[in-house]
């Protein structure tokens, strides 16, 4: 991978770098006034930008969907994820794929993000009991996901210009889940608890304090 160029000014006392990569401009202070130091700074941030644009030796733009979707969500199971979010980032890559087939994402425009969308809002899932369409807030998360990716690895978004579902007031209330009654006792069980060993740990504290 050829390594891009950088220019450096100087403003005020401190040296500014700027170079591209894949049309992107990165460019920032490196808060150093000396030349040398600047220059490290420089090359670091370089090798940073090259190395989260990298899986095994591919550039992003050449890789596949399911390349791809691999490398970012082990991205985020490393970063400490909740597993739930993995199991929807796994879900989504999984309606991509069967809508796409297995291709490489960097070669997609705005007009087939725009079918898989529609596409999405015609599947059949079983939520709450029920078999419904997709919720557009899901299929609303499902773009904003892909745009994610696209973004991480610095390649043109094609979703930054697709029009996201409309969510109502009702869709986005019917979405929250409330705790049932049994829950809710629970946790006040829990609060109270709590509340009586904070008590017993202040009891103890004042005790100390009086011998």
Avoid at 96 to 118: C, M, T, V, Y
Avoid at 124 to 133: E, L, P, Q, S
Wanted: glycine content about 4%.
């Amino acid at each position: 991978m050829k390594r891009p160029s950088y220019s450096m000014e100087q403003r005020g006392e401190t040296y500014h770098y700027c170079f591209y990569y894949r049309k992107k401009r990165f460019r920032g202070s490196t808060k150093e006034s000396d030349i040398e130091r600047a220059k490290a700074f420089t090359e670091e941030k370089i090798s940073q930008v090259l190395r989260s644009a990298t899986f095994e030796g591919d550039i992003p733009s050449e890789m596949s969907a399911s390349q791809l979707f691999e490398h970012y969500i082990g991205r985020k199971i490393k970063i400490g994820r909740a597993i739930a979010t993995i199991q929807n980032y796994e879900n989504y890559a999984k309606r991509f794929l069967d809508f796409f087939g297995d291709i490489k994402p960097s070669e997609l425009n705005e007009f087939q993000i725009e079918a898989w969308r529609d596409w999405l809002l015609t599947q059949r899932v079983t939520a709450k009991g029920k078999y419904n369409n997709l919720a557009k807030k899901s299929v609303k998360e499902h773009l904003e996901w892909l745009s994610a990716i696209y973004k991480s690895y610095h390649l043109m978004n094609p979703c930054r210009t697709v029009e996201r579902p409309k969510v109502s007031d009702v869709e986005a209330q019917e979405s929250l889940r409330y705790y049932s009654p049994k829950e809710i006792n629970q946790l006040l069980l829990k609060a109270h608890e709590l509340n009586c060993l904070e008590k017993k740990r202040y009891g103890k504290i004042i005790a100390n304090e009086k011998l």
